[in-house]
């Protein structure tokens, strides 16, 4: 297991890699399904548009809040919403290029501000968030421990994270990424969720709402080569989605079928 030395010189890589993406033929590849196939799939069932409004419900009235946007990048999707609507709004990322990009957004905005640091250094002083929000982040750390220790150290008593990740628990995903691994050029630093790592976030803090995404609706990539309408295919994409949905608020064999876990989790 990595140190949290080790993970800081790693994220220098990290840093280096978005700054200058250059991703290899096999990394290409991935990405075209999970931003292609898999996008095409989660916007034809409604996925993407409820998990953000899912967030914002989780999120709540933040006129009171400090609000950390943890591995936010030049912005996601709900940077700017929490820089608008939060009492103070601090976005951080490895990558100085994209800050950079999200200050120019945030600049009219004079309670929020963007910073490129590591999350894990002592240069990042700042504590006592209300909330963190991690999109696609908590999965980039190799020692979940350590991640757990820090998040703990920057959020106030009652503080909430909503996050959200990709999981490899269901057997065809664990079996194409560790064909695809040896041949990945972020592998450093993607460390997609095991069930080892949700069971080290149930322990760490109170899981107050989870759901999981892509379980059965997944095989969707399949179905859209059967001779069926693409009108019959959204419909049994959306019931499928509706199962997975639901169903991994409780259930571990639901939720470690799906690819993506959301969760928001409040500090004891």
Request: charged share 25%; aromatic share 12%.
């Amino acid at each position: 297991m990595k140190t949290a030395e080790e993970i800081i010189e790693t994220n220098k890589k990290q840093k280096e890699f978005y700054n200058n993406i250059k991703q290899n033929f096999f990394t290409k590849i991935w990405a075209k399904i999970r931003n292609g196939l898999l996008n095409r799939i989660r916007k034809s069932i409604g996925v993407q548009d409820q998990a953000y409004q899912l967030h914002k419900e989780w999120l709540g009235d933040l006129s009171n809040k400090k609000v950390l946007d943890l591995g936010c990048f030049a912005g996601n999707y709900l940077s700017l919403y929490l820089a608008e609507n939060a009492q103070e709004y601090i976005g951080i990322d490895l990558s100085d290029v994209a800050i950079a990009k999200l200050n120019e957004r945030l600049k009219n905005i004079p309670t929020a501000k963007a910073v490129a640091v590591d999350f894990l250094t002592d240069e990042f002083s700042e504590k006592d968030f209300d909330i963190i929000y991690a999109y696609g982040v908590l999965h980039h750390f190799p020692n979940t421990t350590i991640l757990i220790d820090k998040l703990n150290e920057k959020l106030k008593v009652g503080g909430l994270i909503v996050s959200y990740d990709p999981l490899e628990t269901s057997w065809p995903i664990k079996l194409i990424r560790t064909l695809y691994r040896p041949f990945q050029s972020d592998a450093e630093w993607e460390w997609p969720f095991t069930r080892k790592t949700v069971e080290q976030y149930k322990k760490a803090f109170t899981i107050l709402d989870r759901r999981g995404v892509l379980g059965k609706s997944k095989w969707m990539a399949i179905m859209n080569f059967l001779p069926l309408s693409q009108n019959k295919l959204n419909e049994i994409g959306r019931k499928w989605h509706n199962q997975d949905w639901e169903q991994s608020k409780t259930s571990d064999k639901v939720l470690y079928s799906c690819m993506h876990v959301t969760m928001l989790m409040k500090k004891n």
